[in-house]
T-cell receptor, first 113, second 113 residues
Framework: AQSVTQPDIHITVSEGASLELRCNYS??????LFWYVQSPGQGLQLLLK??????LVQGIKGFEAEFKRSQSSFNLRKPSVHWSDAAEYFC???????????FGAGTRLFVKA | DVKVTQSSRYLVKRTGEKVFLECVQD?????MFWYRQDPGLGLRLIYF???????EKGDIPEGYSVSREKKERFSLILESASTNQTSMYLC????????????FGNGTRLTVT
C-alpha cells in the first residue's frame, strides 16, 4: 500500500542553523512527490515538487529537496532557517489511483532565537 | 494565482445539526477535494469530485456527503454532526493533470458541541 512517513513529529532549530526534514515513501511506481508548508491558521502551500529528472529540486523560500530512489526518501532542506519558517511541513506522494494524494502526518518546525 | 475560498474560518455547531461547508475556486479546475486534518494524522481525504455532479469517496467518507452542482463550487455536508467530527476541514482543487499539485483554501475549523 502507498504511504508516506515523516519520522519527526516536531523539530526545534535555532535561527540561522540548517534544517533537514525527513520523508520516506512507499509507492509501487515512479512517485510524484511534494512538500507543502502550513503556517498557523492557513491552508497548505506548495513548496516544491519532483516528477522526474534532476533529483535535487529547488522550491520557494530557499528550500530544496533531494529524491533518493534507493532509500525511498525525499528529504527537505534549507541551509539557514529564518524565524518565519516556523510552520508545519507535509510530505506527500501522488496522485495515486488517478486522483488521490497521500500525505504524511506532518513535522512541526519550531525556530528559536 | 489560484484562489480557493472557504466560506467560514470558524464554525460552532451542536450535535445533530446539519452542517454545510462551502468551497469555491476561481481557476476553472476540474478536480476538487475535501480533506480533514487532525493532529498526528495529517490530511485524510473525505471526498473528491472530478467533474460537475461527479464524486468519489475518499478514505473517510462515513458521516459526510458532498455536492458539486457547479464547476467552481464544492460543498461538504455533515448530515448529523457529531463531536468526533470536530476538526479542521481543508478544501483543495487542481486542474486534473496527473502531476498537478493541490491548491488549498485556508480551512474551516469546525467545533461540534
Amino acid at each position: 500500500a502507498q504511504s508516506v512517513t515523516q519520522p519527526d513529529i516536531h523539530i526545534t532549530v535555532s535561527e540561522g542553523a540548517s534544517l533537514e526534514l525527513r520523508c520516506n515513501y512507499s509507492y509501487g511506481a515512479t512517485p510524484y512527490l511534494f512538500w507543502y508548508v502550513q503556517s498557523p491558521g492557513q491552508g497548505l502551500q506548495l513548496l516544491l515538487k519532483y516528477f522526474s529528472g534532476d533529483t535535487l529540486v529547488q522550491g520557494i523560500k530557499g528550500f530544496e529537496a533531494e529524491f533518493k530512489r534507493s532509500q525511498s526518501s525525499f528529504n527537505l532542506r534549507k541551509p539557514s532557517v529564518h524565524w518565519s519558517d516556523a510552520a508545519e511541513y507535509f510530505c506527500a506522494v501522488g496522485p495515486t489511483g488517478g486522483f488521490k494524494t497521500i500525505f504524511g502526518a506532518g513535522t512541526r518546525l519550531f525556530v528559536k532565537a | 494565482d489560484v484562489k480557493v475560498t472557504q466560506s467560514s474560518r470558524y464554525l460552532v455547531k451542536r450535535t445533530g445539526e446539519k452542517v454545510f461547508l462551502e468551497c469555491v475556486q476561481d481557476m476553472d479546475h476540474e478536480n476538487m477535494f475535501w480533506y480533514r486534518q487532525d493532529p498526528g494524522l495529517g490530511l485524510r481525504l473525505i471526498y473528491f469530485s472530478y467533474d460537475v455532479k461527479m464524486k468519489e469517496k475518499g478514505d473517510i467518507p462515513e458521516g459526510y456527503s458532498v455536492s458539486r452542482e457547479k464547476k467552481e463550487r464544492f460543498s461538504l455536508i455533515l448530515e448529523s454532526a457529531s463531536t468526533n467530527q470536530t476538526s479542521m476541514y481543508l478544501c483543495a482543487s487542481n486542474p486534473g493533470t496527473v502531476n498537478s499539485p493541490l491548491h488549498f483554501g485556508n480551512g474551516t475549523r469546525l467545533t461540534v458541541t
